[in-house]
């Protein structure tokens, strides 16, 4: 069979295969484990096969010979007995279906704490006396007693219970990106710890309401063994923050699963008009507030790049209207010396799929202020935001300051064409920081960026109050979509950057389309809304 029909069967019975996965399973990881091996299974098959007479009964022999090679795979020793019970120690995660006495009891001893676990394995799965297992947990044998005493107590109170998988078991977050606004720390930013999943949604999963770590397995259709570390790792590192009540919630930000279109073009439309009086009555200000800016170097002498690059600072910097938030709760502290607020994002679904826009598609996203700082050489700091007006690509996670000192190592001289500074070469040219012929192409600016970003006038507060209502309606509503600890932080980011990088973008398509700054060639590009503050510039 060829690739096109093959992948065109795969396509068509996916959710199928899926849904099969599920149902076998006990946990959305398990299934999706399944549902992988089932399908590369199917795939290599249909490639093999010339002629098949009945599609879905093919695939479904070989789904049941894969899930039955899982079974295999993943099947462990079932332990000991209990007052004549099979008591297994770790879940075994088996995909058969086991004797629904054996299910329960086995399910309910992975919901026993950590110490009682031990205590009932050691002592029914090998076969250890009380004095012993005193001696390896370091704890008296009274204690040990009394642990095994509430242990089948537990076991038989809780036996008959019914367990609920969670929605989170079924259908879990997907994050499509990850942000952060602070310090990420030597470990990057929240993609380090959030980019797997299960710690993605065991966070997400105490994000509306706070939940013991029971609660949380249960919504995640898990048992507590398997993300009893997981869940110390994300708490050690902010993620999760434990409450007076033994529950946990957390200060990151999730993207919403849906949105409205017609919010979204009501705050659009506002913005718009915004812009219309930025770019008439404020853009001209900063214009002439950056005229007297002379010791600065841009790679092609076009000047207007650089009133360009202080019009966009200004609209996305000196136009915040202030709450008077306190947001320090939200800023994450890692072990690794992050200090961020974090959010995560996913694909959000229309809440509203037909509502009839009545403006035209609009792409204003934009990176936050992307600041980097030197250690290494003090009078090296840079300021930049990615845009559609910009040719950079990988926001922030392409951009660091090792850049930006190798641009100054190439100023000063101590950055010379040979061997051992290839790779410095080689990185400036794919960013396009330097030319072919080794020439400085990004704009810079002799002196302190304090300096500079001071010239900048702020937005006069009679423009913030008439946006100000609105602003404060639309964060109301938008706010409804999220949990109660984060409705300050939801505030703060929706009023205080009502006025921000989209409004920027609109700002300067205004002021390209009027003639005020000529559209920027290909090269300009990439330093369109980057500067580089130095205190040396190219001869």
Not at 28 to 56: G, R
Not at 229 to 246: C, M, P, T
């Amino acid at each position: 069979m060829d690739k096109q029909t093959a992948d065109k069967i795969i396509t068509e019975y996916l959710q199928k295969i899926y849904g099969f996965a599920v149902k076998k399973s006990f946990s959305f990881d398990e299934a999706e484990d399944l549902c992988s091996d089932i399908i590369q299974e199917v795939y290599l098959s249909l490639l093999k096969a010339d002629y098949i007479a009945n599609i879905e009964g093919y695939i479904w022999r070989i789904s049941n010979y894969t899930y039955s090679k899982y079974v295999s795979r993943k099947k462990k020793a079932e332990g000991v007995s209990l007052d004549n019970e099979i008591l297994p120690y770790y879940e075994d995660y088996s995909l058969e279906d086991p004797d629904e006495d054996l299910f329960r009891l086995r399910r309910e001893v992975a919901f026993l704490t950590k110490t009682r676990r031990q205590i009932v394995y050691l002592f029914y799965y090998e076969n250890e006396t009380v004095s012993n297992i005193s001696k390896k947990l370091a704890i008296p044998e009274g204690t040990v007693k009394w642990h095994l005493n509430k242990a089948r107590n537990e076991l038989k109170e809780n036996f008959t219970m019914e367990r609920k998988i969670g929605t989170l078991g079924i259908s879990p977050y997907i994050p499509t990106g990850f942000g952060h606004n602070g310090n990420p720390g030597s470990n990057d930013g929240p993609e380090f710890y959030l980019g797997d999943k299960l710690n993605c949604n065991i966070v997400y999963s105490v994000y509306f309401e706070p939940k013991t770590a029971d609660e949380i397995a249960e919504e995640l259709g898990v048992t507590p063994v398997y993300i009893e570390d997981k869940i110390a790792f994300l708490e050690e590192n902010g993620f999760l923050v434990k409450q007076s009540d033994g529950k946990y919630t957390t200060y990151v930000q999730f993207d919403p699963t849906e949105y409205s279109l017609e919010l979204e073009e009501r705050r659009i439309i506002l913005q718009r008009e915004l812009a219309q009086t930025l770019a008439k009555e404020y853009a001209p200000r900063i214009i002439e507030a950056i005229k007297d800016v002379t010791d600065v170097y841009i790679p092609t002498g076009n000047r207007q790049l650089l009133a360009a690059a202080a019009v966009f600072y200004g609209v996305a910097n000196k136009c915040c209207i202030n709450t008077g938030k306190d947001l320090s709760k939200y800023y994450i502290k890692t072990t690794a010396g992050g200090n961020f607020i974090a959010n995560v994002n996913c694909n959000a679904q229309p809440s509203d799929p037909d509502y009839k826009t009545t403006v035209e598609p609009w792409n204003y996203g934009a990176c936050g202020n992307m600041n980097r700082w030197s250690d290494k050489y003090p009078a090296v700091y840079s300021w930049s935001i990615d845009s559609r007006l910009s040719s950079r690509k990988g926001y922030w996670m392409n951009n660091p300051t090792s850049d930006y000192e190798y641009v100054y190592e190439l100023l000063n001289g101590t950055l010379t064409k040979n061997e051992a500074n290839a790779e410095k070469f080689a990185r400036l040219k794919e960013r396009q920081f330097i030319t072919e012929d080794d020439e400085v192409n990004i704009m810079l600016v002799r002196g302190d960026y304090n300096e500079f970003f001071s010239k900048i006038p702020e937005l006069e507060e009679c423009y913030k109050e008439k946006v100000a209502p609105f602003a404060l309606e639309y964060a109301a509503m938008i706010g409804k979509q999220y949990p109660p600890q984060m409705q300050d932080l939801i505030t703060a980011y929706e009023v205080g950057g009502f006025i921000s990088n989209s409004v920027a973008i609109m700002v300067m398509d205004i002021l390209y389309a009027d003639g005020t700054f000529t559209p920027v060639t290909e090269r300009e590009a990439v330093t369109t809304n980057l500067l580089m503050f130095t205190d040396i510039l190219p001869e």
